[in-house]
Each structure stands twice: as structure tokens, then as C-alpha cells.
């Protein structure tokens, strides 16, 4: 198996073990086990079960899963002459701080602020890469069993006496994205199963509707730090299915929704008080425009905004930084890609209908019919709901 194979099936592989050994990391654990690693001597040689090389790739495997990483050119040469000279164990410590330092810059909630943060810093998909073929390059023997090395008991035992998980939410781990990428493997869309997506905390609802919006919020933010470096798709948040037993109740939800996410909106933008039914508007938060796909269990099997099967409403966020620029949608490609995800949908009786629904988002909720007029979500906003006064009485 080569390299990539290795370093993609491994990241998958890892991540599904760690769940299932109760050995996950968070970033701080992660940032534990990184400078942990950074003090040890990698110059000497080592057995191919050695358990610092082990928590090496568990590390970097691990990290790759919940950062959603690819494979990338770092891998193709590495374990050539030429590999070896440009990946030398001596740049194990360097880039191990490096990898804490940007696991550290994500590290919980980013305050929110007006815009999102920005860094010199490298990003997981670069470090994660290069240290996995620095293991490549120098310790042929281990790589050449390097998923059986990860997982095994002593490696697991050891993340969980001296690097233990500590967050309650790790967004890939959460119970919101795990169904999600469930709904994801049945999606029609034929672009949804190579896009990277976290899952926000799920809706308390003991707390109330605006204490989940604010949570929402740190989540969104978070998520938009990473994905700006990391190449994020989307963020999936999970509300109970009560919000969406009806066409009408998922589009006061939507309304609802947004309206508490704009008065919380770190830049202060006041989109919503433009919105009507006209193209080119965009809803903004954070200095920056996103999409909003909704799914709930008003709509039926047949439908392609029914929540395939799990009894929740579902809101996905998509900024716009990374919407816009993936492949199908640039370079004029954008109509014929849609083209193709509505054939996609129609050749298994999951017809949807845009005519009528021109402006963007007309499209964040879908009629049940799938010709049937846009659900004017809009409409349903606090401020556009005027309660009349009673007349006075008569004197």
C-alpha cells in the first residue's frame, strides 16, 4: 500500500478506533501529546513497535481524522533518496511545535470578533503531511505496519492515563456530525461525500431558544476560524424534530434562527432588514456570507430536505470563502454542476424545482411539492409579525 493510501485509510481507521477505545484527543490533549513528543530524541533508532513512534502517528492520524485532512504531495516521494534527505528526523521536534501552535490557535471558541482571525500559522493538512512523511522517510519498518502499531491496547492506555480527552464536544466526534455524515452516504448530491464537516453542540432545551442560538454562535465562529485554513465545507446543527413538523414551522424556525444569530452577529451587520424575495441577497455573520440548506421531518422519504430517516431538524451553514471556490462551482461551471445534482436527485424520484426560486436564498427551504412557489422563510421573521392593538373600549 503507498503512502497516501496509508495515510487516508489510517486517518479513517485511527479516528473510528479512538472512539471505540474511549482514546479520542481534543486539542489540548492533542497539544499534550505534542510537546510530550517534541522532547524525545528522534535521532536514535527505534523498533518498529516503539510506543513513542506509535503515539507519533496516533497523533498525527488522529488529528488528520478530526481535522479531516487529505493526503497531499508531501506523501508521493518521501520514502525515495531524495524523500529521505528532505524529511530527516531531526525535523520532528520543530514541527511538532508547529502543530501545537495551530492546534492551540483553535483550541476551543475563538473570541468572537468582527472578522475571523487570521495567522501566519501552517495548517494541519500541511504539518499533518509532513510529519507522516517524515515517519515515512525515516522508519520504514514502522510505517510498513503502521495502522496495526496504532492500534493496540498499550498505545490506547497510554493517551488515556497521560493524554485524556477533556472537552465534552469534539465536533467530528459529536453525536450531531456522526448522524449527519449518516445523511451524508444518502445524499443524492453528488458532490456531499468529499466535503469535511463538523457537527455544533446539540439544542439544550432546557436552556432556551436564545441560550442555543449564543451557543451556536461560538460554534459558528470556531468553525469558520477553521475552515477558512482548513478547507471546511459546512457546519451541521441539530435541533429536536418539533421545529420542523411542518413546512410552516421549519421556515418560523429558519426565520427565528437567523434573526437570534444577526443580533449576536460580532459585526453588527443588519442584513435582515433587506431580505424580500429578490436575487443577490446573502445572509452575513461575522464579517462574511454563507448559504443555509434546511432539512426537517415535514418533508417526506421522497424529499430531498427530509433528514434521511433521523428524526431532527437540521440546519447546514456553508460559508461562502470555501462554497465559492470549490471546483464545481467556478470557472462558469456552477449551472452545470446543478444541473447535475437536480438529475442526480430526479433518477431516484427526488425531483426539486428551481424555477421561481432564483434568489439564493429562496432555495434554504424547499416547498413540498417540487414545483410549488418558495417558502418565504423571510416573511416569518419577529419584526415582520405585527400583533394589531385592540381598539379602545367606547367612553
Known amino acids: 500500500m503507498n503512502i497516501m493510501k496509508q495515510f487516508v485509510l489510517g486517518r479513517r481507521l485511527v479516528g473510528g ?58 506523501l508521493k516521494t518521501c520514502q525515495s533518496e531524495e524523500g529521505r534527505t528532505l524529511y530527516p528526523a531531526a525535523m520532528l521536534p520543530e514541527r511538532l511545535a508547529d502543530l501545537a501552535a495551530t492546534l492551540r490557535f483553535y483550541n476551543g471558541a475563538p473570541a468572537m470578533a468582527p472578522s475571523l482571525p487570521a495567522n501566519g500559522l501552517a495548517s494541519l493538512q500541511s504539518l499533518t503531511n509532513t510529519l507522516f512523511a517524515v515517519i515515512a522517510a525515516q522508519f520504514p519498518e514502522h510505517m510498513a505496519e503502521v495502522h496495526a502499531q496504532v492500534m493496540r491496547a498499550e498505545v490506547a492506555e497510554a493517551v488515556r492515563a497521560g493524554f485524556a480527552r477533556t472537552a465534552a464536544h469534539v ?69 429536536p424534530a418539533s421545529f420542523s413538523r411542518s413546512v410552516e414551522r421549519l421556515a418560523e ?40 440548506t434546511a432539512f426537517g421531518v415535514c418533508y417526506p422519504e421522497d424529499h430531498p430536505r427530509n433528514p434521511y430517516g433521523f428524526d431532527y431538524t437540521y440546519f447546514f451553514f456553508q460559508p ?38 432564483e434568489a439564493e436564498h429562496a432555495r434554504y427551504l424547499r416547498p413540498m411539492a417540487a414545483d410549488g412557489p418558495a417558502v418565504a422563510w423571510w416573511e416569518y421573521l419577529p419584526a415582520r409579525q405585527v400583533v394589531e392593538e385592540p381598539l379602545p373600549a367606547a367612553v
Open 17 to 74: 478506533w479512538a472512539l471505540e477505545q474511549g482514546a479520542t484527543l481534543d486539542d489540548a490533549a492533542a497539544i499534550r501529546l505534542a510537546e510530550s513528543l517534541a522532547e524525545r530524541d528522534w535521532l536514535s533508532p527505534r523498533a518498529a513497535d516503539d510506543l513513542d513512534l506509535s503515539l507519533l502517528s496516533f497523533l498525527v492520524l488522529e488529528t488528520a481524522h478530526r481535522y479531516y485532512v487529505q493526503a497531499d504531495k508531501a
Open 171 to 239: 465536533p467530528v466526534y459529536s453525536p450531531t456530525h456522526l448522524e449527519f455524515m449518516g445523511a451524508v452516504d444518502k445524499t443524492r448530491c453528488i458532490f456531499a461525500p468529499s466535503g469535511k464537516y463538523w457537527g455544533a453542540r446539540d439544542y439544550d432545551p432546557a436552556r432556551g431558544f436564545d441560550a442555543n442560538v449564543r451557543q451556536f454562535g461560538e460554534d459558528l465562529f470556531r468553525f469558520m476560524t477553521v475552515a477558512r485554513k482548513e478547507k471546511f465545507k459546512g457546519l451541521a446543527f441539530r435541533l
Open 253 to 292: 424556525t429558519t426565520a427565528t434562527l437567523l434573526e437570534g444569530l444577526n443580533r449576536i452577529d460580532p459585526a453588527g451587520s443588519r442584513c435582515l432588514e433587506r431580505v424580500d424575495d429578490k436575487p443577490g441577497w446573502k445572509f452575513e455573520w461575522a464579517g462574511e456570507t454563507m448559504f443555509l
Open 320 to 357: 461562502d470563502f470555501v462554497l465559492r471556490n470549490h471546483p464545481g462551482l467556478i470557472d462558469g461551471k456552477e449551472e452545470i454542476s446543478r444541473q447535475r445534482i437536480l438529475a442526480s436527485f430526479r433518477k431516484d424520484g427526488m425531483d426539486y424545482d428551481n424555477a421561481g426560486k
